[in-house]
């Protein structure tokens, strides 16, 4: 560490400093002691700190003395990015590339550790054709032994060939554990890889593929992005952990262009995860053993069962419609179910109470559900989103600590059986300036759904939103959250002036007798805390403060000694005029 953090101070310094400091006798002689200590390490170790430098400071690293010129040219890495070293112009860039690489390609024959070359165009106008220069340094990489090939060009509307004599060596070579290769079109249609020590395979944006076959003992990641013309991916591999394919759309109908996907496993091997985006799955694709299975945007059969005993993680997204979907998966944990579902008030309850292991449930966008009603011992999180035509929830699951919900107030009942959960409630927007008359009522009835949770989250654009009329409080005087502790409120706007305390007021109203209130700003990110202690008093019990709590046998903030902590609240967020609010009560 400490020789890494010299090599690090010494590249950090410009050339003109370093020889300004020969005149400066302390300084000079502590930069003469670091590269001194630098220079005696092993060849090893110093390339070992290079890895730790950018390949900007490799390069100030290589002028410093004869030694690290040595060691810089013996350097078993060759990076050229365009973005870290900041030339625009792409004939300078090549240029610049193409010169590097010229020099110190004879010191590192046949012992090239990795190769990253990356090219994003900065000036479209200017066009440069990197073909011969990527050419040449494939062709170096695949007859030196190269591990790590990573070359990646964005040309935004011209793709790079790579030839057949550049590229074929790799597909078979017996060094390669990665090779990534991203904005190319290949030159071999339908190639086969067969590298023994390759662990990850990454192809993406490229074209002139049609078949694609992969089998090496060794391989542990795939990741295939849009690559056009593409029609079948074969995939065998005993150590095979996560796969990751997105298609392509014909941009004119919008249709997924069709690729068989076959992937073979081990005996008794499973996936870490699969993602599937722009795909026509078919049933055999979907018993691929994988314990995280995410499929977005493709065509799923309308009639579809999904057997596979070893998924514990379930996302089906903007899917399209099907008719009928059975789940055979006793193990998940969190599923997940979005746009496009016809997910029925029967589905929900049958497949929801059987899955044993169900930790966390998603509902997001079903339009066709109008009752939410099941029942699960294992769920910890459940979400309900944007559910049009909900009316009515019961959800008995007594392990249950978060639930979020995101829609109309007007579903009721609403009940979450579980003694220990946090809400977390988004309302819909209202204009400031225009509040429904029944808005109050009905958000009173629902608040008051949630009032033996411990800690409530509201969410709304407007504060006005929450701000309970007085006359509406006078012949209301029950708490919608009487038993609440902790009510969180995040507004879109920035709180000022006489809008925090009746913002307060309202919340007091609502929870009569919070530990905590939180306010929270999306604008400007802060939090504002206050916190109550309350002590007995028996005067102000038997007093009725301006009628709040008239015939009731609990009663509000008003009738306690308070003792308040306020956090966050200054001058310009309505900090003085709350404490002139709670000090007219003391």
Known sequence: MEARSDAINICEKSIDQVGQSVEVGNEHRADEKARTKLENLPLPLIHHIMDCLSPKDSNKFSILSKTFNSSWLTYPVL???????????????????????????????????????????????????????????????????????????????RFLSIPYNALHPMLSSEFITTLKLSGFTLLIPNPVIT???????????????????????????????????????????????????????????????????????????????????????????????TKILHILCSNLPKNMRIYNPNVEILQLENCGVMENLVVCAPNVECFEYSQGAIITDGWVKSIVSALACLEELKIIKCDMLEKIEFKNARLETLVVEGCSKLKAAMVDAPNLLHFTYSGSVDIYPLLILSTNCNANIKLQHYSPHYIPDDWFPRLSRFLSCFDHFNVITISCVYAIALIFPREFVLTNMVSPLHDVKHVIVKVGEILMGRDVPSLVESLLWLAHKPDILTLESSVTGKKNTIKFQYEWNGRKMDKEEDNCCVGLLIKCWRHYDLNIEYEGFGDNNGGDQLREFFASYL
């Open 195 to 289: 590298c023994p020590a390759l662990k990850l395979l990454s192809i993406t944006f490229c074209t002139g593929l049609q078949t694609l076959h992969v089998v090496s003992l060794s391989l542990v990641e795939v990741e295939i992005i849009r690559c056009q013309e593409l029609k079948s991916v074969i995939v065998e591999s005993d150590e095979i952990e996560c796969f990751k394919f997105a298609g392509v759309r014909r941009s004119i109908i919008n249709a997924i262009q069709p690729c068989d996907i076959s992937i073979t496993l081990a005996a008794n091997q499973c996936l870490k995860s699969m993602y599937l985006e722009n795909v026509i799955v078919s049933e055999a694709l979907m018993v691929v053993a």
């Open 79 to 157: 990076h050229f990015d365009n973005v870290l070293f900041p030339i625009q112009d792409p004939h300078a860039f090549n240029a610049f590339v193409h010169r590097y690489f010229q020099q110190r390609a004879p010191h590192i024959l046949r012992c090239l550790h990795k190769l990253r070359f990356y090219y994003k165009v900065q000036l479209s106008s200017i066009f440069c054709d990197f073909q011969p220069l990527v050419t040449e340094l494939l062709y170096f990489a695949s007859h030196n032994n190269c591990k790590v090939v990573d070359v990646e060009v964005d040309m935004i509307t």
